[in-house]
């Protein structure tokens, strides 16, 4: 029934289908089958349908995936980030595991696709190839290789940079990460691509590389903003957004399933995991040295935004002493540490406002300046 959520947008004609009522007989039974629904599909699902609440019958399960590690990783979309999967294809080539990599748009698509294409000199024989792109604006040709070839247990197909177009209706059981290059618009459609990892129950990884601009408000759902920038688990984070009324919830306290170590739950769990030996789904790539450098100098790259953006309000603030209109009292230094502190989670004047500045013109300024340096 996802499809026919969609319908408005996605096939008309399925927004249609409480018509088929006046066909058959009255006591025809109707069954709506779905892989992933929040409390808001079903309720409207139900209603377009025209079930009626009291005389329907609801069968649900979270849609947790216990063999899937979920991973988040804040990022500056370079593709260098993605050199690990890049290393994984030049070393283990056809031996290297079936990746899908999902873009928020075809340019993006087009540009990853490009630069793997380069860095491992692939050749103009389909069948040879490794990598593949796949959206609506794909030469058929290609389409009908990678959905005849993707799915065979010894294709040399092993990466697939795809936009939300692929994979409805496609079974892949041996898919063993799923890249997500900027956030997903919504977790209804991040569960069902993500469940295309580990269908044969092998362990498997689904990451998300996220920017700021990812999540600012109108490009994507306010879950998902939360989804990206929660600290807690992401599993239960995840299971807990589709959570109906005739099941328990899984925000009780524990998971409704056990890793066998918390490193293998996700990223956000693996910070208090003390196995010893603790999983990271690059590691097989060597590029851990990698990862750590760049971590590092993210952090100072983060220290040093976080200091230009402190020097601008600084200046605003003076500015505003000087103004003489006495606006620097809603605008204190206290005011101007609480902004900096939370400046990567800031988009737009509301979020400026919920930290306790009650001035919503202080807050467009604000937001222009903080944006001056992050741009």
């Not at 919504?186 to 129950?201: I, K, N, T």
């Amino acid at each position: 029934m996802y499809s026919y959520f969609r319908g408005g947008e996605f096939r008309k004609e399925y927004d249609r289908l409480n018509e088929l009522r006046s066909v058959f007989p009255e006591k025809t039974a109707f069954v709506a089958l779905t892989a992933t629904a929040t409390q808001a599909m079903r309720t409207e699902i139900m209603k377009k349908l025209q079930m009626i609440r009291s005389d329907t019958c609801t069968v649900s399960l979270l849609p947790d995936r216990p063999n899937v590690i979920y991973y988040m990783q804040k990022s500056s979309k370079k593709k260098e980030e993605l050199n690990w999967l890049l290393n994984d294809l030049k070393t283990n080539g056809k031996s290297s595991k079936k990746t899908i990599v999902y873009c928020r748009n075809i340019m993006s698509c087009a540009d990853l696709y490009e630069h793997f294409c380069n860095e491992i000199e692939q050749g103009s024989d389909l069948e040879k190839r490794m990598v593949a792109m796949f959206h609506r604006s794909t030469a058929d040709t290609n389409k009908t290789h990678v959905l005849s070839q993707f799915p065979c247990y010894d294709t040399s197909l092993r990466v697939i940079f795809a936009t939300i177009a692929f994979g409805m209706g496609v079974d892949i059981p041996d898919i063993e990460r799923v890249i997500h290059w900027g956030a997903p618009r919504g977790l209804e459609q991040y569960s069902q691509e993500s469940g295309r990892a580990g269908r044969d129950g092998r362990e498997s990884v689904s990451c998300i590389y996220y920017s700021g601009y990812d999540i600012a408000k109108n490009r994507c759902k306010e879950s998902v903003r939360d989804f990206c920038t929660t600290t807690k688990c992401l599993r239960m984070q995840l299971t807990s957004h589709f959570q109906l009324d005739d099941i328990a919830s899984p925000s009780s306290g524990t998971r409704s399933s056990q890793p066998t170590s918390l490193c293998r739950c996700c990223s956000n769990c693996k910070v208090n995991c003390v196995c010893g030996n603790c999983f990271s789904f690059n590691d097989e790539n060597n590029s851990n040295d990698l990862l750590s450098k760049d971590d590092f100098l993210l952090g100072q790259f983060c220290g040093f935004l976080n200091e230009a953006v402190r020097e601008n309000l600084l200046d605003y603030y003076e500015f505003l002493v000087e103004e003489g209109e006495g606006r620097h009292l809603l605008f204190n230094k206290s005011m101007i540490e609480t902004v900096v502190e939370n400046a990567d989670f800031i988009f737009s004047e509301d979020d400026i406002v919920s930290l306790g500045l009650i001035d919503h013109n202080l807050a467009g300024d604000i937001l222009e300046l903080i944006a001056e340096v992050q741009d």
